[in-house]
């Protein structure tokens, strides 16, 4: 940011004050809009300028309802000798504003746009106010020309104020701001406006195309509830008039989001890249085949990162005709990949084999990518909660006699007692949907898994159940064959194969509930409702604002190339066209008090209350990396919440008597989350402790638990016979040719078994997409702009808060290091680093971005 120093002066008709604006103009990816900015210039000769009007926060106009007094209009200067650079960057501006002793202390400025064309206003600065000295406004907004507007924008200083405490003058001009933020409610919405409101998910299917393509609504039933997406009012289809008609492919980083939501130059630039990347490699799986599977671990497969994918060279010359290239790897952060090669996944740098070993299988579970769904087993054998009614007896075939061996001289009785037993369990999620998936293409199981914590701290499999529904019908129960570990013949073999089964349940639990769910989906309503009832200068939209950065942007794409019809969810993962059925679901157990990472715990069985523990917390599992780092960065985020919202609010009559924050966590819970706007455990916003907990639980969730949950899907699922999404296989059953080539060539079978060249580069390339860091991230403990707030202890109190993620990432590091935590690192040697707040570009596997932003 450029700040230049403004200045008093004296002119004839009295005093002025210089300040600085700094912008950017309108652009094209990485490239300035040299179109738009001829014209801009055309239109400043003719006299149609960009006006900016000082609005008093301590003199009302009583000729304008008590708003505060608004001074003349001044100009930005020079726009038309002010070069426009080739690439996009900041431009900065003077502006002279005649002086009025009526306006006072300036609280708003109002700013026109007369241009052709939009521009990102930045900041504008004012320096040398008489009796203020300097004033600041963080603006970081579109402004359109004003033919797109019904009202003026409006920017506030960078001071703060409860609804109460808001100068009288400012009132009704931040009322005013709210109201249009709503918008009305009707018709087809567009990039200029800037417009919050709310919509069901009724923008998966695609009819027109075919009865195939239809999607039920999610959202706004009992059979389907889910939170709320952002409206953009687009028509319906000719087919169905409750279904959203599709933007056509070539248009789809144009869908509409509020102005100001939308991705940034950098990240549009490199997802068109990656586009542009991911079509080539589709050319490349088209002329090898979309479904042949690779033909050996080691050589086919590994060629993918070790050698890149090689095109024909005629093809190589005629994209290097149509597309510079080196442009096109500049936007690429360099990971030591070229246009067409995969960067090498974490999980196979170190022992390309070690994910293979049950103690890498078992670690993943406390270390990995998805670390959220273990808990602790309390009754044996393990229970289901699916209605018997309808799904017979679903309780696990598991007996005793199948573990009783592997359990260290404990009864499973003792061992339960002990805090020993572990499940990963995804049989109910998955068994109501497995007869229509099956049937669709995959070849799958329900899974349990059951495991034992030893001495050391680390787990070890005692069984892995694989459930199908009956074949007489699903009232008759599941039919289920249990797998025990062996190291080696074709029991060995069946038993890296149920293992396979295992995971393709836990990578669909992950996808759809824990990543997209729990923190994509659910975010989205708190994104929306703040800015529709929190004003720009409350204090708890400027608390969460960093933490919902790109977050509608980037759901809305997800919507439409991955989770809608024949997007990238249904193609590459086992549950198909039951996807986001299935995540709804999931959302009907979902409740927001058990967000919290403490919480969570608890009801997992993966810890209890202990006030002699640091966190309050003690956990049944020592070594439990996710835990352990996580309790350190949720007790951060916690005392940084507390001492913002401590120096706003004293009193829980403070929290109750807010307008604004009332409005919003009613709107909160009873649209945003309208499908469960009568249950209960809702905090009432009565109380700061409600206030506080409100905040921390939502930055966890949209900082770091989505961290955890997406950066490291490449380098764990980068190698997807790691991270396998479905299968298309059954389990070979003895007697059969698929048993006998079991036996004589067990790795050509789980080739076979796992997705297929197509769907595998497919995978691989959205997890690599999702897992990199790019150059304009912002992590948590960071703000964009040091000034975005004019109040001193919240400033230090982001410093202390900064400073205590440093010393956890350093004693991240240190423990990583530490061979007594043996599932820090484990056999395929890649450190638990998901919770370590900073991280350099590129895939990295650590970092905590502020937001949802990827």
């Known amino acids: 940011m450029v700040i230049e120093a403004g200045s008093l002066t004296e002119s004839r008709d009295g005093r002025r004050i210089k300040g600085t604006v700094v912008l950017m103009k309108k652009n094209s990816l990485e490239f300035n809009d040299l179109g738009a900015s001829f014209l801009d210039r055309v239109f400043e000769l003719f006299g149609q300028k960009v006006t900016l009007q000082l609005v008093s926060a301590v003199r009302g106009d009583p000729d304008n309802g008590g708003k505060g007094k608004v001074g003349k209009p001044a100009y930005l200067e020079k726009w038309i000798t002010t070069a426009s650079p080739l690439m996009a960057s900041d431009s900065t501006y003077e502006v002279t504003f005649d002086w009025d002793d009526e306006i006072g202390l300036p609280g708003a400025i109002v700013v026109r746009n007369n241009h052709y ?90 009819p027109d195309k075919g009865s195939e ?63 542009l990347k991911s079509s080539i490699r589709t050319i490349e799986t088209f002329l090898h085949g979309s479904t042949k599977e690779f033909g050996s671990f080691r050589d086919e497969l590994s060629s993918l990162y070790e050698g890149g994918i090689k095109l024909p060279e005629h093809l190589v010359e005629f994209i290097k005709k149509i597309v510079p290239l080196e442009f096109v790897k500049d936007l690429l952060p360099a990971d030591g990949e070229g246009l067409f090669k995969y960067p090498m996944p974490k999980v196979i740098q170190h022992d390309k084999s070690a994910w293979m070993t049950d103690e890498e299988f078992t670690r993943e579970m406390l270390a990995g990518v998805h670390p959220v769904a273990i808990r602790r087993l309390q009754e044996f054998p393990p229970a289901s909660k699916l209605d018997a009614a309808v799904y017979g007896n679903q309780a696990s075939s598991i007996t005793e006699g199948d573990i009783k061996d592997r359990l260290d001289g404990l009864s499973v009785r003792e061992a339960i007692k002990k805090n020993r037993l572990f499940i990963l369990d995804h049989h109910d999620m998955v068994m109501p949907y497995l007869r229509r998936t099956n049937m669709m293409g995959a070849k799958t199981y329900a899974t349990r898994t059951l495991l034992f914590l030893r001495q050391d701290g680390t787990l070890k499999p005692l069984a892995i159940e694989l459930s199908l529904p009956h074949p007489e019908g699903d009232q008759y129960g599941s039919v289920s064959q249990v797998y025990t570990p062996f190291d080696e013949g074709i029991e060995g073999n069946l038993w890296q194969l149920a293992k396979v089964y295992a995971v393709i349940n836990d990578v669909g639990h992950h996808g759809l509930i824990s990543h997209w769910l729990n923190t994509h989906a659910v975010i989205e309503p708190f994104v929306i409702a703040m800015n529709r009832q929190l004003s720009v200068v409350h204090p708890i939209h400027k608390l969460l604002h960093p933490h919902f950065r790109d977050t509608m942007n980037t759901n809305a794409l997800a919507r439409e190339v991955v989770f809608g019809a024949e997007g990238t969810a249904e193609s590459i993962v086992f549950t198909s066209k039951c996807s986001m059925e299935l995540s709804s679901a999931a959302y009907k157990d979902w409740i927001f008090p058990e967000q919290a990472l403490p919480a969570d715990l608890i009801r997992r069985g993966m810890a209890v209350e202990d006030s002699n523990t640091p966190h309050g917390l003690r956990l049944m599992i020592e070594d439990y990396p996710y835990a352990v780092d996580g309790l350190e960065v949720w007790s951060a985020i916690e005392i940084w919440v507390k001492d913002y919202c401590f120096f706003y609010y004293r009193t829980d009559k403070e929290v109750q008597n807010d307008v604004e924050l009332q409005a919003w966590w009613k709107e909160l819970v009873e649209v945003g989350h309208g499908d469960k706007k009568d249950e209960l455990w809702w905090p009432r916003m009565q109380a700061l402790k409600d206030l506080t907990g409100t905040c921390t639980t939502i930055i966890w969730v949209a900082s770091a638990l989505h961290a955890v949950m997406n950066f490291g899907q490449y380098p764990y699922g980068g190698y997807l016979p790691n991270r396998p999404a479905t299968s298309r296989r059954f389990m070979p059953k003895e007697g059969t040719p698929e048993y006998e080539e079991l036996e004589k060539d067990p790795e050509k079978v789980l080739l076979k078994t796992i997705p297929g060249r197509g769907d595998t580069l497919m995978g691989i390339s959205l997890f690599e997409q999702q897992s990199r860091h790019l150059t304009d991230e912002v992590y948590l403990g960071q703000r964009d702009t040091p000034e975005w707030t004019s109040d001193g202890e919240p400033l230090e109190a982001l410093q202390k808060f900064k400073k205590k993620l440093e010393e956890i990432e350093g004693r991240i590091s240190q423990m990583n290091s530490d061979k007594r935590w043996k599932n820090r690192v484990g056999p395929a040697n890649m450190p638990f680093s998901s919770l370590s707040p900073g991280s350099s570009e590129g895939i990295t596997g650590k970092g905590i971005p502020n937001s949802i932003s990827m």
């Not at 033919?147 to 100068?167: A, M």
């Not at 008609?245 to 950098?266: A, C, H, M, Q, T």
């Open 117 to 206: 064309s939009e521009f990102y206003l930045k900041t504008i600065t004012l320096e040398d106010v008489p009796g203020h000295r300097r004033v600041h406004f963080v603006c970081n907004s579109w402004v359109y020309p004003v033919k797109y507007y019904k009202s003026s924008r409006i920017f506030f200083s960078n001071n703060t104020y409860l609804p109460s405490q808001t100068p009288t003058p400012l009132i009704k001009f931040r009322q005013e701001e709210l109201i249009s933020l709503r918008g009305d409610g009707k018709g087809q919405l567009k990039k200029w406006d800037r417009v919050y409101d709310y919509a069901y998910y009724n923008d998966l299917g695609d």
């Open 213 to 275: 393509y239809a999607r039920p609504v999610i959202g706004g039933s009992v059979e389907f509830p889910y939170p709320r997406r952002g409206r953009t009012g687009r028509k319906p289809t000719k087919s169905d008039p409750n279904t959203e008609s599709k933007l056509p492919d070539f248009d789809v980083l144009n869908i509409y989001v509020p102005r100001d939501e939308r991705l940034g130059r950098i990240k549009i630039s490199y997802i068109s890249a990656f586009r």
